[in-house]
């Protein structure tokens, strides 16, 4: 099953896009070639830039802070483990601290770097970053990986607390929606949303072998899905069979 997902709203989707990139940076770190970390320095760049937003940091805490008291009301509740309700608040916990303690945007030491800098400057040029345009750069491609493996965890040490909430955050909201079976009739599915329930991310899981894309449009009142198929030529075209769907609405 293919599993595509769809924000309502601009601050999970600059979650779901931040996640996207820890994953990406992640896999990128633990490889061994140059390449490799060349390209692991221009994501942790996306990162920056796609953290950027004065106002995350403190959206995120609030979102932290609101979650931690939703589940602190489960307490006394004999339905409710209280150890799961521990170890869910305890996370949300260090979660929130982590973040809290981290001073200034993240990556902000990354501007005393001249070697990193000069790379980011140089991102936009296409080859930009030859090794005739930044010698000091192309010295460090060819040390150990080991070391190069180390120089990134470090640079990377300032945007590991937004990654754990980003990850934390990310992770609630998707087990506050229970999967069920839809059926997209001629290719088109449609739902009314109840607007007292504000939902902010859809999950779709789709059979990979039928070969469907689904264009997806969404708001607080409605979701409408169309299934396309690709041709030949790399083009959308609508599908018109029936299909069966497995959704998700995750508030």
Not at 26 to 31: A, E, H, N, P, Y
Not at 171 to 183: C, D, F, I
Request: proline share 3%; aromatic share 6%.
């Amino acid at each position: 099953m293919l599993l595509y997902e769809f924000p309502f709203n601009e601050s999970v989707r600059t979650l779901l896009r931040l996640e996207h990139l820890f994953d990406r940076l992640g896999q990128l770190v633990t490889r061994e070639s140059a390449i490799d970390h060349h390209f692991a320095i221009v994501t942790l760049f996306e990162v920056l830039e796609a953290s950027a937003r004065s106002d995350l940091k403190s959206e995120m805490l609030k979102d932290l802070e609101r979650h931690k008291a939703q589940f602190n009301s489960f307490r006394g509740n004999p339905a409710v483990s209280e150890s799961a309700l521990d170890d869910v608040v305890g996370r949300l916990d260090a979660a929130f601290q982590a973040l809290n303690a981290q001073s200034g945007k993240a990556g902000a030491g990354l501007a005393n770097n001249d070697m990193l800098m000069g790379v980011k400057s140089r991102l936009a040029i296409p080859g930009g970053t030859c090794e005739f345009d930044l010698p000091a750069y192309h010295a460090w491609q060819q040390l150990s990986a080991a070391q190069r493996r180390q120089d990134l965890l470090q640079w990377m040490d300032s945007v590991v607390p937004m990654a754990q909430a980003v990850a934390l955050l990310l992770s609630l909201l998707r087990e506050s929606g229970s999967p069920h079976k839809v059926a997209a009739q001629g290719g088109v599915y449609q739902q009314s949303l109840s607007g007292a329930k504000q939902h902010q991310l859809l999950r779709l899981r789709i059979a990979h072998d039928l070969g469907l894309v689904p264009e997806i449009i969404g708001h607080r009142l409605m979701v409408s899905i169309r299934l396309m198929r690709q041709d030949a030529d790399g083009k959308l075209r609508p599908a018109t069979e029936d299909a069966a769907l497995e959704l998700s609405l995750c508030a």
